[in-house]
């Protein structure tokens, strides 16, 4: 059996507090680290995956190109570029944006995504292998058609993913 991941609890601020199991955190609503990760090309397209019908929570919703958790003592880039090549089977040199903070429930599984989560943003052009366990589907998609269908058909994608794309945090394409 697979020992359980663990995540970093931090405080509003994003410092460190503590440690807690993966599943615990979402159970319990536990703030903890975070990145959420924009690939563009040199088309200015983004990449986008939908999350496998079997992930834990938020499942087979459309999304960034990849999010997860840095483990303790892990650099959130290095973090990042982990599970960059876990998901989608590649690394790119990524530049960290800025961070927002949030909180959501998944009626669905009735866990909770309560995240200091930072934005992360990368280029690549290459091919895309991705873990069929992780993604079920990828696609390149123009910022301003994404904000389009997120207006028209918000319930398809993680919200998130919705948050970071109406936030002034985030901006298309920008590296």
């Known amino acids: 059996m697979v020992p359980e991941e663990n995540v970093i609890r931090v405080n509003g601020s994003g410092k460190k507090i503590g440690i807690a199991g993966k599943t615990q955190a979402h159970e319990k609503g ?24 079997t992930k834990y929570h938020f499942a087979g919703l459309w999304t960034n190109a990849c999010c997860s958790h840095p483990r303790p003592g892990e650099k959130v880039k290095a973090a990042a570029n ?32 309560h995240e ?33 269908e997120i207006m028209s058909y918000p319930q398809r994608f993680t919200p998130w993913f919705k948050l970071i794309m109406h936030s002034c945090v985030f901006q298309s394409g920008a590296q």
């Open 30 to 53: 536990f703030l903890h680290r975070a990145f959420s990760i924009f690939i563009f090309n040199d088309n200015g397209l983004m990449l986008l995956q939908k999350r496998a019908a």
């Open 82 to 113: 982990r599970r960059l090549h876990e998901e989608l089977g590649f690394t790119t040199p990524l530049v960290i944006k800025d961070h927002i903070l949030y909180s959501f429930h998944d009626e669905q599984s009735n866990l909770f995504e």
């Open 116 to 148: 200091f989560d930072h934005i992360l943003t990368g280029r690549y052009n290459g091919e895309i292998l991705w873990s069929r366990n992780e993604v079920s589907s990828i696609r390149w998609i123009s910022p301003d058609v994404v904000a389009q």
